[in-house]
């Protein structure tokens, strides 16, 4: 739902000398009062060409079709291809369009993976939108396509509002392949969209697409993996894994990072429902809290030896399952594994006394084993 973004009334005092009445006063307040009243109310909401618009009386709008509901639509019509205004023009009036949002999340990657659709959602287009156009000239865009499974293509007039947007697709099996051009800095988010593949301009400055996912130009960062194997090999020129490169893959079952990978960001892992091991890096030396985020089956875990900081923040987002971890470095600069959802049931083991000491001291109640 969208709601119009009122501005409020100045009273300018400058000059209102003290002979003036408190009833004189009290009439010009209720006076403001009703003309602020009648401002708010004097937005509508009308539908053009299936595309619902929320118009404000100075004479801009809204638009949504994640509002739409079967109810919307009239009898007997087919709305499977629909085109976002930049202006519209109803009773006479012409209203510029600066907004297209969906009811806008916090995170717009973790949000749009909703493995379960509620029974009861009556909106139109997840189930019937094929072709959505968006005019150049809307000032703000913000959108995920969670779950529209009949949508096969999103065309921007202006490629470059592609930036403005972002590109978040998710279950969405009849989506069309996507191309980026060499202007245009986006980083496409794709999860079960087994029939799309992402393709940049050759000159593109920043990306590429190697096997499916995204690097970096030079094949150093590993920013994206739409699908992959159950096996999943990282490749050696990768040094850093971006921000939520596996977030909510649930392809992937085994990763193996190379021992060129020196960094992994914050979420990486996150929300993989069917990762079940993972090798790390030989020359990774920290390990960040988040990266397995909602991620639930991983058992083991097996740190190596020149790791010298972890961080675990497990309890009620991820590791639910947890029941041994290894860590063979000889000693940690930082541990924190106070979060362990099940602290009775996972053993820690060590390469000597000094970690175990650490581990203890940084408030790990289970059991730790020196092997």
């Known amino acids: 739902m969208f709601y119009s973004k009122k501005g409020g009334v100045t009273v300018n005092k400058k000059g209102i000398t003290a002979f003036f009445s408190h009833t004189f006063f009290a009439a010009v307040f209720l006076g403001l009062c009703l003309l602020f009243s009648l401002k708010v109310n004097a937005s509508e909401t009308v539908m053009i060409d299936g595309v619902m618009y929320y118009l404000e009386d100075y004479g801009t709008a809204e638009a949504s079709i994640d509002s739409v509901t079967t109810r919307d639509i009239p009898a007997g019509s087919d709305f499977s291809e629909v085109t976002v205004h930049n202006q519209i023009v109803y009773n006479g009036k012409t209203y510029k369009v600066t907004n297209f949002e969906f009811d806008p999340p916090e995170d717009t990657l973790e949000e749009m993976i909703l493995r379960k659709t509620d029974s009861n959602d009556n909106r139109y287009y997840p189930k019937h939108l094929k072709k959505l156009t968006i005019e150049a000239g809307i000032d703000f865009l913000d959108t995920n396509f969670s779950n529209y499974i009949a949508l096969e293509e999103v065309v921007f007039e202006d490629p470059k509002d592609m930036e403005n947007m972002g590109l978040y697709f998710y279950n969405c099996p009849n989506l069309k392949d996507i191309y980026i051009p060499a202007n245009v800095d986006v980083l496409p988010r794709l999860r079960r969209c087994p029939n799309t593949t ?121 590791l639910k399952k947890l029941r041994k971890i290894y860590i063979n470095a000889p000693k940690l600069k930082k541990i924190d594994l106070a979060d362990i959802a099940d602290k009775s049931k996972c053993t820690i083991y060590v390469k000597n006394n000094t970690v175990k000491n650490q581990v203890k001291k940084a408030g790990f109640k289970g059991k730790i084993v020196v092997r």
């Open 198 to 318: 992402v393709a940049f301009a050759p000159d593109h400055p920043k990306y590429k697409v190697v096997d499916g996912d995204i690097y970096s130009k030079n094949g150093k960062i590993l920013y994206d993996v739409p699908n992959g194997s159950k096996n999943y090999k990282v490749k050696k020129t990768v040094k850093k894994i971006e921000y939520s490169a596996f977030y909510g893959n649930d392809n992937i079952k085994h990763i193996k990072l190379p021992s060129s990978v020196k960094k992994v960001d914050g979420f990486a892992f996150g929300d993989m429902k069917n990762l079940k091991s993972i090798k790390f890096s030989k020359e990774m030396i920290a390990v960040r809290p988040d990266i397995f985020y909602r991620t639930d089956k991983l058992k083991t875990l097996t740190f190596p030896k020149n790791i010298r900081k972890i961080s675990l923040f497990c309890d009620g987002i991820g």
